[in-house]
């Protein structure tokens, strides 16, 4: 299977997504289609190819062009353009015309009342009408002919029809006017052109203001460089980006950008990281560190050997993961576009009804009232605010999102995490630095502390858990040469054995002592002194026999704490989840204001104090950057991983944080937050929007108030709510992060 996107041409409103998914599902070998009306694109995963699609596309009434990743946006940026400037046209004709006959119309300069005397004016009028509808609409026309022929329609039906119908009943007053009662000789020329009007302005400013939701993922293609100056040959040549292979040497001097991904094997450096991961102090790097493609070197000249390159580097992951999550749509905008796909033929149908109870209710003499009653209901009740309200929402989040380091994998997330009344935090490497230092070493059989640290670093020499690193690190500041381990085994989540020099010895916590029957209780006052220091007590016993402890301390991160404020602000509850010792879970959970804690759970548990907490009714997020996290981060409704951890744990989780702060988490879940308040404000002003329109636009307010709309102020008003609509899914480029 392979995973297209194509920009699609020609669709006018929300009821055109469902027709060409439809079209696209059609097709034999395409297992899932999603169109987005925000951004005019489909993503559509098939075996078919781009050229199958395409026919499927325009065998529906529409146009599509394959979007190549490489280039992708520049592509989109090209077609926009290109229709902007199509529209642009359209709007400047019809306004030339429009608009003299507006005021002829509205100043009576020619009566309206249509007379053998002013009927060649009229007849001049209207032809100067059905140019600008032919010209500027005539793609109202021919769109509403494709969805007829495939027994559909959309908004170009509805503004065909209405304006079509002012312009017919206009000319046949003007050319026949005896046909109709005094009256009744009114003319809508005014009307047609200028909702024609209405409409390309309207059309013109929402594409302007939906090209500013991208402005996020376009800034992330431009941290890609053009060129890379690379060492070859013992030479130092520029090249383009696209040459540069696998185990280069790259020269990056102080103020370039970084070309693609490797680690630095010569000099040292200052890299401003933060449109990458949000966090705006530079970091320093040194040989041996990893380089990201994208980021800046701010100061010392170094070179590099490339390791990630084209579409496998991390700014390339980040641009694909935000584009997937922009197209991706949440279940409230699946809901809205099965509305919008019935909406249309509902106000065809509330049309009809409104003409055959006016020209019932009053006959040949109210046919003016009938007419105008008609076209307002077809021309107001577009559904355009209703089909952008959700997708230019996300499109906006998702793209401030990744501003702020936190890459969301699909929309469905943001809905969801709006909706969280529980987070449950993994410690270390989450709540902790996850660099844990052996603090001290409590000898209890008069065992050299030397000699516990040897035999502890000897067991744990092939292990890569961070506790086994600490020992591992105390050995060598104690420069012990460590010997080597027979009989290995490994009891996960409690502890390991081996045999060394002739010796069985354990390592582990007190589960494994006791499984064991190794004696721990003499050491119990001294275990709960560590461990109410938050430090996690490692037991190490030789021959059966307890011979020491080792006290190991994992500091908190610095941020740790206003961020568990923060997310207790949110209205979450917040849990602390760790495989650690309940007193020292417990001492951790107090400094960072944590009252609820879940501890000694095993690796294989996490996943299932996930499903207990929704089982109890909790909406649950999960927080970890481990290999034991993974389960649990796909368990829970929204997985967030830190960056910092392994990729693993990323690919397990619905939102990555790319620094390894836990203020993302609640900058994450605040943003969620408001972009779910502002989809709502679009679908609320959009349903309130139609709901009180149509029913005034029918000529509710005539008989008591004697007001009818004008189909002109329809044509505006339909405009502007869609224009309104975006301009509001705009303000999320704006968000900013909690005060701190």
Known sequence: MTTYRFSIGGMSCAGCVQTVEKSLRAVAQVQSAEVNFGDHTATVVATATPEQIIQAVRAAGYDAALLQSQNEESQKEALQREEYQRRLRR????????????IISMFNIVPMMVTADTQVAWAVIGLLSLFVMVYAGGHFYTGAWKQLQRGSSNMDTLVAIGTGAAWCY????????????????????????????????????????????????????GLQPKTARVVRDGKEQDVPI?????????????????????????????IDESMLTGEPFPVEKKTGDEVIAGTINQAGSFLFQSKRIGADTVLAQIIAMVRQAQASKPAIARIVDRVAAVFVPIVLVIAVLTF????????????????????????????????????????AAVGKAAELGILIRKGESLQVASQLNTIVLDKTGTLTE?????????SVADAPTDQIILLAASLEQTSEHPLALAVL???????????????????????????????????????????????????AQQVDAQRALARTVIYIAIDGKLGGLLAIVDQLKSDAIVAVKELQQLGLQVYMLTGDHEHTAQAVARQVGIHQVIANVKPAEKAEEILKLQQQQHIVAMVGDGINDAAALARADVGFAIGTGTDIAMESADITLMRGSLLGVADAIALSKATLRNIKQNLFGAFIYNTVSIPIAAGLLYPVFGIMLNP???????????????????????FKSGKR
């Open 473 to 523: 690190q105390a050995a060598q500041q104690r420069q012990l040469k460590l010997t080597t381990v027979d009989n290995f085994r490994v009891q996960p989540g409690q502890g390991i054995s081996g045999v060394i020099a002739g010796q069985t010895i354990l390592l582990g916590n007190d589960t494994y002592m006791q499984a064991n029957k190794v004696a721990i209780e003499v050491t």
């Open 712 to 734: 002109m102020i329809a044509g505006a008003a339909m405009a502007l709510s869609s224009v309104t609509v975006v301009s509001n899914a705009n303000r999320l480029r704006f």
């Open 356 to 395: 055959i109870v006016w020209y019932a209710a009053l006959g040949n003499a109210g046919i003016n009232l009938a007419v105008v009653a008609t076209v307002t209901v077809l021309i107001i009740a577009c559904p355009c605010a209703m089909g952008l309200a959700t997708p230019i929402s996300i499109i």
């Open 91 to 102: 709007m400047l004709a019809s306004i030339v015309i429009s608009v003299p006959v507006f």
């Open 434 to 442: 996850g660099k844990p230092s052996v603090a001290e070493i409590i």
């Open 242 to 270: 696209e040459t540069v292979g696998l185990q280069e040497t790259v020269r990056v001097r102080p103020g370039e950008r970084i070309a693609v991904d490797g680690v630095i094997i010569d000099g040292h450096a200052t």
């Open 170 to 221: 206009s000319i046949v007053v003007v050319l026949m006017p005896d046909l109709f009662p005094p009256a009744a000789r009114h003319v809508y020329f005014e009307a047609a052109v200028m909702i024609i009007t209405f409409v390309n302005i309207g059309s013109v400013l929402e594409l302007r203001a939906r090209g500013k939701t991208s402005e996020a993922i376009r800034r992330l293609i």
